[in-house]
C-alpha cells in the first residue's frame, strides 16, 4: 500500500512514516523540505501520485486567527490533488473535543479542517487525539517564573506521542471510516495536578499554584477535552512515561 504522508519529517509523520515502512507499505514524506508547499499547491501531484492514502498530520505555524487561513487553503489543495490522483482515502489528524472550545482559535480552526474532509470528495477518517505528554514541558513554560508556575485546574486525559503514532496507522491502513475515531490516553488529570507530577519526576522545586485564569486551557471548561466511553485508551501511562523521558 502506498501512503503520502503530509508533514511527514515531524515529530509524528516521521516516526509514522517509519512505523509504516517497518510495515511493508510503501510511505512517501511530504513536506516544505521534500519540496512540497501546502499552501500553493506546489509539489502536491507528483508526491501524490500513485498513492492510495494520504495522511495529513501538517499543522499550521501560527495558533492564532491565522490558522484559520492555514487550514483553508492547504486542505482545498489537498483534496483537490487527492482527487486529481485517485486517491481512495483521506486521513486527518485532529483533538478529542476540538469542536466544543470554539472559544481558541487554533481548535475553530482544526474543526474547519474536519468540515472541509467531510466536505470533499474522497472517503476520509478523522483521527481525533487528546494532548500529547511531549507538549507538557511547553505547557508548563507559558504561565513560570523562577519559583511557581500557574496553571488552570482543567482536566485532561493526555497521551504519549508514540501511541498517538500507532493510532495513526492503525486508521491510515484501514478501510476509510467516513467518521471520527477517538483516540486517549489510559488516565484522567487535572492540568494543575499533571504540573506537580511532572515537576517532581523532574526534581524541580518550584511550587504549582492552581490559577483557572492561567494560560491558554484556561479557556476550556467541563469535560471537552476528555475522550467519550467509545474512546480507544493507549497502553502507556503518564507517570511511567514521564520517568522514562526524564
Known amino acids: 500500500m502506498k501512503l503520502t504522508v503530509i508533514g511527514g519529517t515531524g515529530r ?6 517509519r512505523k509504516l515502512t517497518a510495515a511493508g507499505h510503501e510511505a512517501v514524506p511530504a513536506a516544505p523540505s ?5 499552501l500553493t499547491g ?8 500513485g498513492a492510495d492514502a494520504v495522511v495529513n498530520l501538517a499543522n499550521s505555524p501560527t495558533f492564532d486567527e491565522a490558522s484559520l ?5 492547504s486542505m482545498d489543495n489537498l483534496l483537490a490533488a487527492g482527487d486529481r490522483a485517485g486517491v481512495r482515502h483521506q486521513v486527518v489528524l485532529s483533538i478529542v473535543g476540538v469542536d466544543l ?3 481558541l482559535d487554533y481548535y475553530r480552526a482544526k474543526t474547519l479542517q474536519e468540515d472541509l474532509l467531510r466536505q470533499g470528495p474522497t472517503p476520509y477518517s478523522v483521527v481525533r487525539v487528546t494532548q500529547f505528554f ?3 514541558a511547553a505547557v508548563l513554560s507559558w504561565t513560570s517564573d523562577d519559583t511557581t508556575v500557574r496553571l488552570p485546574a482543567t482536566r485532561v486525559q493526555p497521551m504519549a506521542a508514540a501511541d498517538v503514532v500507532d493510532a495513526v496507522v ?6 476509510p471510516l467516513q467518521g471520527i475515531r477517538n483516540f486517549a490516553g489510559p488516565e484522567v488529570f487535572a492540568l494543575d495536578e499533571l504540573g506537580r507530577i511532572t515537576l517532581a519526576a523532574h526534581h524541580d522545586n518550584r511550587t504549582v499554584v492552581t490559577d483557572d485564569t492561567a494560560g491558554m486551557f484556561a479557556a476550556v471548561t467541563g469535560d471537552v477535552l ?5 474512546a480507544h485508551l493507549a497502553p502507556t501511562r503518564y507517570e511511567d512515561w514521564v520517568r522514562t523521558a526524564r
Open 226 to 230: 476528555i475522550a467519550g466511553p467509545d
Open 42 to 49: 506546489n509539489g502536491l501531484d507528483q508526491a501524490l501520485d
Open 12 to 17: 509524528i509523520g516521521s516516526q509514522v512514516v
Open 170 to 175: 492503525e486508521v491510515a491502513t484501514g478501510a
Open 34 to 38: 521534500t519540496g512540497v508547499d501546502l
Open 134 to 136: 511531549e507538549f507538557m
Open 69 to 73: 487561513d492555514f487550514f483553508r487553503t
Open 101 to 103: 472550545v470554539p472559544q
